[in-house]
């Protein structure tokens, strides 16, 4: 379904004219240097295709013919390549290792790449571009190359070189009778394979293409479709025969997912361990928006967008283009990780643009919860998954939790266990965090306090559980044990601060934990301690205030055990949600 899913998306690039993407037996490379060549192979310059972009230089993109996989072996691209490959000149980190060694087998990897010319264009005449670059080769004068200005940054870099004429705009790999003489369909064997993919009869391809662009991948790139080893092999097949999917396909689905992993897609955003791509079966204003819903970075008021006016415009076809507006439309997300020399699979939804919409739009509405005027932010996704990791990283994320919690929020299903867990023990964590000037950060915060009560009510509703869902502000008539003992612990830290203004260490620092999973450990020596609180206070309206809120709390608890011995998981979550309520209607106006 996946690769079926990208091969029909290559097929939709390949028909947009906005989009030029490689045609088959080809791939978009960077290049940072091209050997500029006369009609008779002689060498003129050595060009730098490089440009700033901020403090780095990025390289011109090129259209090349498709790269080879390498290992260990000595494999030529075609027309284009290292400086080993392409002047016989050993790499740095070989040649500090062993320098005889690293000659040699660069003389071996520059032979092979003139053979791979020659096997390709037998008749190398055919096209001037091709000849030129022969004779320069078979010449084996490359010292004025040695001698450029320029060669001591190809050193040091390592950059990939091919050639061009110096009367021509394009490289010789972009001259026209070099790309028609590659995209001749090669003859198949059709009395053996079938494609697993369009069940169409295909040469099959033995190795894949690698898959460039996920985070923490290997740079040279990874596989989805690999059988590298003997237990992943069966009835005597060797690697791509084990599951034949014919070279067509495996060009089509290795093009598409690294034109959406490309740097600057806008189809890709990164999610805890997880780079996750997103595409529609036909062109769709999904595709543009997407991103927004799950990939907002909070720290900053630009990148924010209004969640609400993006899904009214779905809603609301007669106000945009309605093509780009196919509720029908089919709509895919493929959550890729790294994993050794390959890519796992951490998520993949196939939905529709309808779908989608309306699961987004319940997500959000699960998370509306009242805050301050300084929590102006949407709760993002990337906010979501950090609320679980160490000092709010990326880097600490629990594995998988990104992939279940995305596809939760799109299938519209309750969401990972591991989520409520991860935020609570956060939140008991840090009950006592500081800021650098000494004050203490709230350990239930809005974002927090938004993902207990998204995961609570998405439980009571889809599992159909005989209780009250959680309001968005402070309800009074909820009469959950954790929810009220939630609500009187913020009270009984209200009173302290009266009674102690200015206090640095209040009773969240010392009890919240124990408070919110065990009770019957805290509260009723927090209740004696309340009378000498409520003692301190000189305004006696305000303490009189404090009692009613108090007495309206515990009246509501059982007689027989008002402090249970333990909360389970999602009632520690209500705890968190009444003392969030509570907090919150102390500061509100």
Same mark, same amino acid.
């Given at each position: 379904?996946?690769?079926?899913?990208?091969?029909?998306?290559?097929?939709?690039?390949?028909?947009?004219?906005?989009?030029?993407?490689?045609?088959?037996? #080809?791939?978009?490379?960077?290049?940072?240097?091209?050997?500029?060549?006369?009609?008779?192979?002689?060498?003129?310059?050595?060009?730098?295709?490089? *440009?700033?972009?901020?403090?780095?230089? /990025?390289?011109?993109?090129?259209?090349?013919?498709?790269?080879?996989?390498?290992?260990?072996?000595?494999?030529?691209?075609?027309?284009?390549?290292?400086?080993?490959?392409?002047?016989?000149?050993?790499?740095?980190?070989?040649?500090?290792? %062993?320098?005889? /060694?690293?000659?040699?087998?660069?003389?071996?990897?520059?032979?092979?790449?003139?053979?791979?010319?020659?096997?390709? #264009?037998?008749?190398?005449?055919?096209?001037?571009?091709?000849?030129?670059?022969?004779?320069?080769?078979? =010449?084996?004068?490359?010292?004025?190359?040695?001698?450029?200005?320029?060669?001591?940054?190809?050193?040091?870099?390592?950059?990939?070189? !091919?050639?061009?004429?110096?009367?021509?705009?394009?490289?010789?790999?972009?001259?026209?009778?070099?790309?028609?003489?590659?995209?001749?369909?090669?003859?198949?064997?059709?009395?053996?394979?079938?494609?697993?993919?369009?069940?169409?009869?295909? !040469?099959?391809?033995?190795?894949?293409?690698?898959?460039?662009?996920?985070?923490? @991948?290997?740079?040279?790139? @990874?596989?989805?479709?690999?059988?590298?080893?003997?237990?992943?092999?069966?009835?005597?097949?060797?690697?791509?025969?084990?599951?034949?999917?014919?070279?067509?396909?495996?060009?089509?689905?290795?093009?598409?997912?690294?034109?959406?992993?490309?740097?600057?897609?806008?189809?890709?955003?990164?999610?805890?361990?997880?780079?996750?791509?997103?595409?529609?079966?036909?062109?769709? /204003?999904?595709?543009?928006?997407?991103?927004?819903?799950?990939?907002?970075?909070?720290?900053?008021?630009?990148?924010?967008?209004? *969640?609400?006016?993006?899904?009214?415009?779905?809603?609301?076809?007669?106000?945009?283009?309605?093509?780009?507006?196919?509720?029908?439309?089919? #709509?895919?997300?493929?959550? &890729?990780?790294?994993?050794?020399?390959?890519?796992?699979?951490?998520?993949? *939804?196939?939905?529709?643009?309808?779908?989608?919409? %309306?699961?987004?739009?319940?997500?959000?509405?699960?998370?509306?919860?009242?805050?301050?005027? =300084?929590?102006?932010?949407?709760?993002? &996704?990337?906010?979501?998954?950090?609320?679980?990791?160490?000092?709010?990283?990326?880097?600490?994320?629990?594995?998988?939790?990104?992939?279940?919690?995305?596809?939760?929020?799109?299938?519209?299903?309750?969401?990972?266990?591991?989520?409520?867990?991860?935020?609570?023990?956060?939140?008991?964590?840090?009950?006592?965090?500081?800021?650098?000037?000494?004050?203490?950060?709230?350990?239930?915060?809005?974002?927090?306090?938004?993902?207990?009560?998204?995961?609570?009510?998405?439980?009571?509703?889809?599992?159909?559980?005989?209780?009250?869902?959680?309001?968005?502000?402070?309800?009074?008539?909820?009469?959950?044990?954790?929810?009220?003992?939630?609500?009187?612990?913020?009270?009984?830290?209200?009173?302290?601060?009266?009674?102690?203004?200015?206090?640095?260490? !209040?009773?969240?620092?010392?009890?919240?934990?124990?408070?919110?999973?065990?009770?019957?450990?805290?509260?009723?020596?927090?209740?004696?301690?309340?009378?000498?609180?409520?003692?301190?206070?000189?305004?006696?309206?305000?303490?009189?205030? *404090?009692?009613?809120?108090?007495?309206?709390?515990?009246?509501?608890?059982?007689?027989?055990?008002?402090?249970?011995?333990?909360?389970?998981?999602?009632?520690?979550?209500?705890?968190?949600?009444?003392?969030?309520?509570?907090?919150?209607?102390? #500061?509100?106006?």
């Amino acid at each position: 379904m996946i690769l079926q899913a990208l091969v029909s998306y290559h097929q939709r690039l390949s028909t947009d004219d906005e989009v030029k993407i490689a045609p088959e037996g #080809f791939e978009k490379k960077e290049i940072p240097f091209l050997i500029i060549l006369n009609q008779n192979g002689e060498f003129i310059d050595l060009q730098d295709t490089r *440009y700033e972009e901020g403090k780095n230089k /990025k390289s011109r993109t090129f259209l090349v013919p498709r790269g080879v996989k390498r290992s260990s072996g000595i494999v030529a691209n075609l027309l284009w390549d290292n400086p080993s490959y392409v002047l016989g000149y050993p790499s740095k980190n070989e040649t500090e290792k %062993n320098p005889e /060694k690293a000659l040699t087998r660069a003389k071996e990897q520059h032979r092979q790449f003139i053979k791979r010319i020659k096997d390709q #264009f037998p008749d190398p005449e055919f096209d001037v571009g091709i000849n030129a670059v022969l004779k320069f080769l078979e =010449k084996g004068n490359f010292q004025p190359i040695f001698s450029h200005n320029l060669w001591k940054e190809v050193k040091q870099t390592g950059g990939n070189l !091919t050639f061009k004429l110096v009367d021509d705009v394009e490289i010789v790999c972009q001259r026209k009778s070099v790309i028609d003489s590659l995209i001749k369909p090669p003859k198949i064997d059709t009395s053996k394979f079938m494609c697993l993919v369009t069940g169409e009869y295909d !040469t099959p391809a033995i190795l894949h293409a690698p898959i460039k662009g996920v985070k923490n @991948a290997q740079p040279s790139g @990874a596989n989805i479709v690999s059988f590298n080893l003997d237990p992943f092999c069966s009835y005597g097949k060797k690697q791509g025969l084990n599951a034949p999917i014919g070279k067509k396909a495996e060009f089509a689905y290795t093009s598409a997912l690294n034109y959406l992993l490309q740097r600057d897609s806008t189809q890709k955003i990164i999610i805890g361990d997880a780079t996750v791509v997103f595409w529609a079966d036909r062109k769709n /204003k999904m595709e543009e928006v997407f991103a927004n819903f799950f990939g907002i970075d909070s720290s900053s008021r630009e990148s924010l967008q209004d *969640y609400k006016n993006l899904l009214s415009v779905f809603r609301s076809p007669e106000t945009g283009v309605k093509a780009e507006l196919n509720q029908s439309a089919r #709509f895919y997300v493929l959550g &890729l990780s790294p994993n050794a020399s390959r890519l796992s699979i951490r998520l993949w *939804y196939a939905g529709t643009v309808g779908d989608i919409v %309306n699961n987004i739009s319940q997500h959000f509405d699960d998370l509306e919860i009242i805050k301050s005027e =300084k929590d102006w932010h949407t709760v993002d &996704l990337r906010s979501i998954l950090r609320s679980t990791s160490i000092q709010d990283s990326d880097e600490k994320i629990p594995p998988n939790l990104a992939g279940d919690t995305m596809k939760s929020i799109l299938n519209g299903t309750p969401y990972p266990a591991t989520l409520l867990s991860g935020v609570l023990n956060r939140i008991k964590a840090e009950q006592s965090r500081k800021d650098k000037n000494g004050k203490a950060i709230p350990n239930v915060n809005y974002t927090r306090a938004a993902i207990i009560k998204a995961i609570i009510n998405r439980n009571i509703r889809q599992l159909k559980i005989n209780e009250k869902e959680v309001t968005v502000s402070l309800d009074t008539t909820n009469t959950n044990t954790g929810y009220l003992l939630g609500r009187l612990f913020a009270i009984l830290e209200k009173i302290q601060e009266a009674a102690s203004p200015g206090l640095n260490t !209040t009773i969240r620092d010392t009890y919240y934990g124990a408070a919110s999973s065990t009770p019957v450990t805290v509260f009723p020596r927090l209740m004696k301690l309340k009378n000498y609180h409520l003692a301190k206070i000189e305004n006696k309206g305000v303490v009189v205030n *404090y009692e009613k809120q108090i007495e309206e709390i515990t009246s509501k608890l059982s007689a027989d055990n008002p402090f249970p011995v333990y909360l389970n998981l999602h009632d520690q979550g209500r705890f968190s949600i009444g003392y969030y309520h509570q907090r919150q209607e102390f #500061f509100s106006k």
